[in-house]
């Protein structure tokens, strides 16, 4: 972990918030190549989720958040942890997460810690006047539920996708991206007919174990945790936890439940004449029937809900720990080395004219690097520092797949030497055929 974390901050990947003030505890800012691999990250779950399918829409709603949809969705009474304060180091830490420093008769009986942050609205700061910054971007999806439904026309089985941020107040932020206070989660509410919830809990685990696996993350990291029912949250029928085998141990990078009808019951108005099965809060409160209608029988139904909620940042966590390898050379030297998959890399490829500021070398650089950019695959960079071997492990230290070296052969026969990242092997190539190799490269 420590050398991950040098890398991300030598690199630009990854820096402590408000480091300048002496940070904040549990909040991170991605930097110049982080954004790049992160957005590559949502970008890819986006395609696989609502591009690549023909039953998924998708949405992207507000943080704040109304207290009423965090009362009904039971978050208000239920998400909080135990804690206890340690009266020898005046700490806070979760009952179940003491460090082993604290003796038992210093700390206090635990207690209940609500989660959510609060924030005021409006000008007037009264108790009525405060708003939540959502804990999950889940409750959302399900408030617009109808209005997705009615601008759609869909039926069930659809689902509805969303990327963005949410807010915990935990109590012990710590690994350094895993857990944090503010992050990121790729969710999808996946709306079945009741019945056929079990099997498509089964289909979304496959599918997101397979996405995975297309991401970098190996089989062998993963394990599959089936939620035993005392540990089940409130509203899941039941839960698999991809559990991803982190620098710090094995913990959870994306959570697949059943939901039930609970949510959608919950935020319903008309609740009795729905027939939920969850057990949900009387609602006076909401203005929607969230139900789906059979027209030749008139019934209402509230579909059943598969959730997979994944960390975005638990996600590049992974990612950068699959890819990391430090190599042992054939000359006795060490490289270090981010084997990303190409698609995720920040900077897909680099173009080194083979002596700086050469005007022939780096004209046809230049045209070289503008041709690739128009791809628009993503980040191609001209490296004009006149010195190969290290350019060559920087890109290997960031993964950027391609090198492409100009040299003095290439101003008499319009070609250049590629060199792939993970086999270091190096290839004579026409610039003509540049697009080409780089598309197949990415997008394969
Ligand atoms: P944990 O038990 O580790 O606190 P959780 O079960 O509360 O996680 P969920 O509510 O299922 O997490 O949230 C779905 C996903 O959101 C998680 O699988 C994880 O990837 C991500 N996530 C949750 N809390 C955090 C956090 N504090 N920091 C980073 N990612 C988080």
């Not at 139904?301 to 909620?309: A, D, K, L, N």
Request: proline share 4%; net charge negative.
């Amino acid at each position: 972990m420590e050398e991950l974390v040098a890398l991300c901050k030598r690199r630009g990947f990854i820096f402590q918030s408000n480091e300048i003030y002496g940070g904040l505890q549990g909040l991170y800012d991605y930097g110049p190549l982080g954004v790049e691999l992160k957005n590559n990250l949502k970008q890819s779950w986006w395609r696989e989720m609502v591009f690549d399918r023909d039953d998924v829409e998708g949405l992207d709603a507000s943080i704040l958040t109304k207290p009423n949809v965090l009362k009904f969705s039971g978050h208000e009474t239920t998400f909080s942890d135990p804690m206890v304060d340690c009266k020898s180091c005046n700490q806070r830490f979760r009952a179940d997460q003491v460090p082993d420093h604290c003796k038992k008769e210093d700390l206090t009986e635990p207690r209940q810690f609500n989660l959510m942050f609060k924030t005021a609205v409006g000008p007037v700061e009264d108790k009525d006047s405060f708003a939540y910054l959502r804990p999950e971007t889940a409750q959302n999806i399900f408030t617009n539920f109808k209005n997705v439904v009615d601008s759609t026309s869909r039926k069930v089985p659809f689902g509805i996708a969303q990327i963005g941020k949410a807010f915990r107040n935990e109590i012990t932020p710590r690994n350094f991206i895993f857990r944090v206070r503010e992050f990121e989660q790729m969710e999808l509410e996946f709306f079945v007919v009741p019945g056929t919830d079990d099997e498509w809990h089964q289909a979304w685990v496959d599918a997101r174990l397979k996405w995975w696996e297309e991401q970098g993350v190996s089989r062998d990291s993963i394990e599959l945790y089936d939620v035993p029912e005392d540990e089940l949250a409130h509203y899941s029928k039941a839960t698999v936890d991809i559990m991803y085998k982190f620098p710090h141990g094995l913990e959870e990078l994306e959570g697949i439940a059943n939901r039930t009808d609970f949510d959608l019951g919950s935020h319903s108005k008309n609740q009795e004449e729905l027939n939920i099965q969850a057990a949900v809060i009387e609602n006076n409160e909401s203005n929607a029937r969230l139900a789906t209608q059979n027209l030749e029988t008139n019934e209402w139904t509230v579909p059943y809900v598969i959730e997979p909620s994944a960390g975005v940042d638990r996600g590049v966590l992974a990612i950068l720990n699959e890819a990391y390898k430090v190599e042992e050379l054939d000359d006795g030297k060490t490289r270090t080395v981010l084997n990303l998959k190409p698609h995720l890399s920040p900077i897909k490829a680099a173009v080194i004219p083979l002596k700086k500021n050469h005007d022939g070398l780096v004209e046809i650089a230049s045209n070289i690097k503008k041709d690739l950019q128009k791809l628009r695959l993503g980040r191609v960079l001209l490296e004009n520092s006149g010195n190969i071997g290290k350019s060559y492990r920087r890109h290997d230290e960031i993964g950027t797949p391609l090198c492409i070296t100009v040299d003095f052969d290439s101003l008499e026969d319009n070609s250049v030497t590629i060199r792939d990242r993970d086999t270091m092997q190096q290839t004579r190539i026409e610039i003509s055929k540049l697009s080409e190799y780089l598309e197949d490269l990415i997008i394969k």
